[in-house]
């Protein structure tokens, strides 16, 4: 049995990598993707010469970090590696991983969920076409595999990040049509100047965001706001996005970008409590002070506890390093303490720029927004909003609208659907979302070929409880 | 569009529905097929096509079938490495 099993390799987990193996600690850190660096530092193949990568100043410190946890010993890396599920037992928890070869369970004494986020899936119509991506899956092709995986972009949604994936893709030679802010550009003001003291200590960010944009301006791509985009229009693919105002660009490519919200599945999965974000929605774990949850043992960082960006996933992987180094024993509280200080003056620091951030992207008139009846919600099995509010008018329990209508049913076990369910469901009973809980989390995680799972001794385990 | 200055590992074909197709190693299945111009990487119930949405293995838009000697088996394309000769294929799950 290994002491600590980290699911996330990411700034979070890299960090609390770092510390756990410090104070002494067996450490595995499990990754789908093939290389350390989660989605903001995702590397390029190993194979890959990349001349600058990720060169900006905006990613100094995860680089910095990267090249740390990529120098450590004792920390075993797992890349390529889903882990599918997580339980706990008597002595610790048994997770099930799963490669391209083969899934088998591995024991550890602790466990740390680090699995970052995903962006916030907004159904509109035409959000099914081919060429409709998220702006975090166009950025992470940027980055990491080194294409723009389109001829011609427009971007929309709320979060300034937009301003950044816009950049990356004109600096590597791709064309944006536009950047569509769907809000005012008054109410990101209002938003900011509302914490004028956070804009001041978080200057360089506001640098950064001033950077992209002189990019933008100078490739002659538009920047607009208070433009909502109402739908995507094309028959086999994408052709053209048309906006609120009537107006019409055309384009192969629509980059969604209205938020994120935190991968939860696996800390749901093992009885976790849970909480729903109040900006963009999603489930963020609850965790205590050293990030342990109400699971003994299973602990949480970074975007696992709700989105705050890279910055504070460093401070939370750090203090929860710091905090399984000692809750087996291997620090004690006063040295504990001592590590953790400062750590948590910066994440305290942080934490006020993450809500203005969360503030200016605030996503919520979008998500008031009732898209036509035939627009698809659940796209796994291609459910839409009419036949979803046919079953509210009798049932409004989210297990029993799945179970109704297959919505929440495929195989991203309802990752890109729940948050509209739940929104749906909250507009039908007038309560707020995630008030009545949500989907209950399903084993697996991640898909898995059901032949990989025969090999294991007791999966029927798992079979029968789903 | 592949960027510039770069540089790739070596470069192999294989077959997206039947038609050869140009990859390099250490691309993604779904990285080969957006840099060919495919974005339709599976059909829904309707027969409508559908492509790659999160890049991250979270969302499963992006399932392809890959087809062996063994029988087939759908992979999430933006996280299955490309490899010589294989065969993949975007029409209904078989
Ligand atoms: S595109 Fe979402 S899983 Fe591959």
Redesign the interface.
């Known amino acids: 049995m290994i002491d600590l099993a980290i699911i996330g390799g990411g700034p979070a987990g890299q960090a609390a990598a770092e510390q756990a193996a410090a104070a002494g600690l067996s450490v595995a850190v499990f990754d789908?993707?093939p290389r350390p660096g989660g989605?903001i530092a995702r590397q390029?193949?190993?194979?890959?010469?990349?001349?600058d990568w990720l060169a900006g100043r905006a990613y100094a410190e995860v680089r910095a970090q990267l090249a740390r946890f990529e120098g450590l010993g004792g920390v075993a890396w797992h890349g390529?590696t889903?882990v599918a599920g997580l339980a706990a037992g008597a002595d610790g928890f048994r997770l099930t991983v799963v490669t391209?070869d083969g899934a088998e369970r591995v024991a550890a004494r602790r466990v740390l969920v680090a699995a970052g986020c995903?962006?916030l899936?907004v159904p509109l119509p035409g959000w099914?076409?081919?060429?409709?991506?998220?702006a975090?899956?166009?950025q992470?092709?940027?980055k990491s595999?080194?294409?723009?995986?389109?001829?011609r972009f427009v971007l929309a949604g709320t979060h300034p990040l937009m301003l950044v994936v816009a950049a990356q893709i004109v600096e590597?030679?791709?064309v944006v049509a536009a950047v569509m802010f769907d809000q005012p550009l008054g109410r990101c003001v209002a938003r900011a100047l509302a914490d004028p003291l956070t804009i001041v200590r978080h200057a360089g960010l506001f640098v950064d965001a001033a950077a992209a944009r002189r990019v933008l301006a100078r490739a002659g791509v538009p920047v607009r706001f208070g433009r909502p985009l109402a739908a995507v229009e094309g028959s086999?693919?994408?052709a053209a996005a048309r906006f609120a105002d009537g107006s019409i660009m055309a384009c192969?490519r629509v980059a969604l970008c209205y938020g994120f919200v935190p991968?939860a599945d696996l800390p749901r999965q093992a009885g976790a409590t849970v909480r729903w974000q109040a900006v963009a929605g999603g489930w963020a774990t609850a965790h205590d002070a050293w990030m342990e949850t109400d699971r003994p043992g299973l602990f949480v960082a970074g975007e696992t506890t709700g989105v705050g960006g890279a910055a504070i996933a460093l401070c939370e992987g750090r203090l929860a390093g710091i905090g399984i180094a000692r809750s087996l024993g291997r620090l004690d509280d006063a040295a504990a303490a001592g590590l953790a200080r400062a750590t948590r003056r910066r994440h305290a620091r942080l934490s006020g720029f993450a809500r203005m951030l969360a503030a200016i992207a605030d996503p919520a008139e979008v998500l008031a927004r009732v898209p036509p009846a035939d627009t698809i919600l659940c796209?796994?099995?291609?459910v839409t909003h009419a036949e979803i509010d046919a079953v509210l008018a009798t049932a409004t329990a989210p297990n029993a609208v799945k179970l109704a209508t297959r919505c929440g049913m495929?195989?991203?076990q309802g990752?890109?659907c729940e948050g509209a369910l739940l929104r749906r469901i909250a507009a039908a009973d007038g309560t707020a979302p995630g008030a009545a809980g949500g989907f209950t989390a399903r084993f697996p995680a991640?898909?898995v070929?059901i032949d990989l799972l025969c090999g294991l001794d007791d999966v029927s385990a798992e079979a029968v409880a789903d | 569009m592949r960027i510039a200055g770069t540089e790739r590992g070596a470069p192999f074909t294989l077959f997206v529905d039947g038609e050869e197709m140009a990859a390099f190693a250490g691309e993604t299945i779904a990285t080969a097929m957006l840099a060919d111009g495919r974005a339709a990487m599976r059909r829904d119930r309707s027969g409508a096509p559908r492509g790659l949405f999160c890049n991250m293995g979270t969302c499963s838009e992006c399932l392809v079938t890959l087809r062996g000697d063994g029988g087939a088996r759908r992979v999430r394309a933006c996280l299955t490495p490309a490899a010589p000769g294989l065969r993949v294929e975007t029409g209904p799950a078989a």
């Open positions: 789908e993707q989605q390029p193949p190993a194979g890959f010469t990349v001349p390529g889903a391209p995903y962006d899936p099914t076409l081919p060429g409709v991506m998220s975090g899956a166009a992470a092709f940027v595999q080194r294409i723009v995986p389109g001829g590597s030679g791709g086999e693919a994408v192969d991968q796209r796994c099995e291609d495929g195989v991203c990752r890109m991640r898909l070929p």
